[in-house]
T-cell receptor
Framework: ETGVTQTPRHLVMGMTNKKSLKCEQHLGHNAMYWYKQSAKKPLELMFVYNFKEQTENNSVPSRFSPECPNSSHLFLHLHTLQPEDSALYLC?????????????FGQGTRLTVV | GNSVTQMEGPVTLSEEAFLTINCTYT??????LFWYVQYPGEGLQLLLKATKADDKGSNKGFEATYRKETTSFHLEKGSVQVSDSAVYFCALSDLSGGSNYKLTFGKGTLLTVNP
């Protein structure tokens, strides 16, 4: 148990569906992250939020829309996804990232797009 | 840019064997280095870290030494157990884009330990 909770753990959605992933942490962290983990590829950083403000968007397609209403919650809204978007989506949190900062990860949401 | 290269795997060992997973990096600055572990069905957890040259990080019998001269941070354990079966990720933290620190991960190495 890392203190970062993601729901749902598994999600199957059609290409025309709209769904949301949720991440919650009560560690007092002010930075939150979305990562995508695909088979045989490095972990891809998607979005970074510091103090509820988005500070990084790594050229993620607009069919992924993040939302950070407060420092404890992070959402990833999904719409009109493609089968290649199937992956494990990991949320992480930390104090604002510095040189020695440790990130705490949730267990991930396994997303399958059919 | 920053990058991390680690041995591809998979690595399969018998219980009590010696483990080495190689990791090398390139970085624009003077990074901190990390090993994360991902057990089946879980997210990533920090295993150990080192913040300056010649530092040795250690935890749960695992060790890694920050070698600036060879830009390496190889993970070692003297005697692995079945419970060590997991995916291991090498990572670095460095400035990215001039003002933001960023964690960069390797592709991960799957370790399977057989009884």
């Amino acid at each position: 148990e890392t203190g970062v909770t993601q729901t749902p753990r598994h999600l199957v959605m059609g290409m025309t569906n709209k769904k949301s992933l949720k991440c919650e942490q009560h560690l007092g962290h002010n930075a939150m992250y979305w990562y995508k983990q695909s088979a045989k590829k490095p972990l891809e950083l998607m979005f970074v939020y510091n103090f509820k403000e988005q500070t990084e968007n790594n050229s993620v397609p607009s069919r992924f829309s993040p939302e950070c209403p407060n420092s404890s919650h992070l959402f990833l809204h999904l719409h009109t996804l493609q089968p290649e978007d199937s992956a494990l989506y990991l949320c992480a949190s930390s104090q604002p990232m510095g040189l020695n900062t440790e990130a705490f990860f949730g267990q991930g949401t396994r997303l399958t797009v059919v | 840019g920053n990058s991390v290269t680690q041995m591809e795997g998979p690595v399969t060992l018998s219980e009590e064997a010696f483990l080495t997973i190689n990791c090398t990096y390139t970085a624009t600055g003077y990074p901190s280095l990390f090993w994360y572990v991902q057990y089946p069905g879980e997210g990533l957890q920090l295993l150990l870290k080192a913040t300056k040259a010649d530092d040795k990080g250690s935890n749960k019998g695992f060790e890694a030494t920050y070698r600036k001269e060879t830009t390496s941070f190889h993970l070692e354990k003297g005697s692995v157990q079945v419970s060590d079966s997991a995916v291991y990720f090498c990572a670095l933290s460095d400035l990215s884009g001039g003002s933001n620190y960023k964690l960069t991960f390797g592709k991960g190495t799957l370790l399977t330990v057989n009884p």
